[in-house]
């Protein structure tokens, strides 16, 4: 189906303009590279109230949706900055997508936690790269083509060595693993990257033979993400949380609603969130709060923080969390807190300082204009 879609859009749109969000949301990988260089700055006009509400507007989002706020640093110059772990086991590339990459690093950086643990020695590309996923939902697949191709260049040397890549979310996932090798038929680097390239949970299952994961003994609900069930499935999910002793149950609750951007335009809203409340808005609602709400899809995470007051956990944050006496450290109730509130308070941080320096300067302009007014 998305193919269809994709392939139906991009005919449709060729040579004409499309709508202003299909920009938003196709391009999202450059807006958030863009803000990156001053991930404050940007936060203040997609959260302050009366400019957030402009911004929505301005791109088609429905007022009734937040707009992700960017992270205060990203993964990547977290990792540049990181002391290095030197390790003997298993070379392991980390993708920096998107989504963990600019707005959610503490996934990334759990991640990173969680493969050093198992002995890996973990590899990040410093250079910015997008799988082209949201290009692909819009039909921008020209776009989406050369991104594909830059990627199978910059990670020729990984490719040839047959350096295994771990994708964290899963919508990416897919697309190395299904989209690259339709769009790229006849490319043996296209075939040998989607064979090595793996959820973290697959990682762990089937290229780490002796690995045991730590043991959390606590409750948690599980959404599986879209491309996660149709693509890859939830088998390795679901035989690593046994092993940690979790008592988890997979929601049968099909799409979460949000489905990449579909739920953040505007005409789409009312839809969206029916799809959500179908299942598993109401399942995240009636969840006890010291339940560990599992999903690994930003769309799908997203979709629980708008609409409940829950946040959902990648599975590399469940695995950190019984790592190195974690459990000991964060809450019974909104066991989340644990890594959503040290980054909510780096935006604010962010923000804040942003504002105050944004507020010296033009007062510093103020008082030269109101100097030369009088001289």
Aim: charge should be positive; hydrophobic fraction near 40%; aromatic fraction near 10%.
């Amino acid at each position: 189906m998305a193919t269809y879609k994709a392939e139906f859009l991009a005919h449709y749109w060729e040579g004409r303009i499309r709508p202003i969000y299909a920009y938003a949301f196709g391009w999202i990988d450059k807006w958030a590279r863009l803000a990156s260089a001053a991930p404050g700055f940007a936060n203040l006009f997609t959260q302050l109230p009366g400019l957030r509400n402009l911004a929505k507007l301005a791109v088609g989002v429905p007022q009734e949706r937040q707009i992700p706020a960017f992270a205060a640093e990203t993964f990547q110059s977290w990792f540049r900055r990181r002391e290095t772990h030197a390790g003997n086991g298993q070379r392991v590339l980390l993708w920096a997508d998107t989504f963990n990459n600019y707005f959610m690093p503490e996934t990334a950086q759990a991640a990173v936690d969680v493969l050093e643990q198992a002995g890996c020695q973990v590899e990040v590309l410093n250079q910015h790269l997008c799988c082209g996923r949201p290009l692909y939902d819009y039909g921008f697949l020209g776009m989406a083509k050369s991104y594909l191709r830059r990627n199978l260049n910059v990670l020729s040397a990984h490719i040839a060595a047959n350096t295994p890549m771990v994708v964290l979310e899963p919508s990416c996932c897919s697309v190395f693993r299904d989209e690259l090798h339709n769009l790229f038929p006849e490319s043996r680097a296209a075939k040998q990257l989607a064979e090595n390239t793996f959820l973290l949970s697959e990682f762990l299952e089937r290229k780490i033979t002796d690995y045991q994961p730590p043991k959390l003994r606590r409750k948690a609900i599980v959404q599986g993400h879209c491309h996660h069930k149709a693509v890859m499935r939830l088998k390795e999910e679901n035989a690593l949380m046994e092993k940690m002793h979790l008592d988890h149950r997979i929601l049968e609750s099909g799409c979460c609603g949000m489905a990449g951007a579909f739920g953040y335009e505007k005409d789409r809203y009312e839809v969206s969130l029916a799809c959500g409340e179908r299942s598993l808005l109401p399942e995240v609602r009636k969840a006890p709060l010291s339940t560990i709400i599992v999903a690994d899809g930003f769309s799908c995470k997203e979709q629980i923080a708008q609409e409940t007051n829950r946040h959902a956990l990648h599975l590399a944050e469940v695995l950190q969390l019984g790592l190195n006496n974690h459990e000991k450290h964060f809450p019974t109730m909104y066991p989340e807190s644990y890594f959503v509130q040290p980054r909510k308070a780096a935006q604010k941080k962010s923000m804040a300082r942003t504002a105050l320096i944004g507020g010296l300067t033009l007062t510093a302009f103020a008082l030269v204009w109101l100097k030369r007014r009088r001289g």
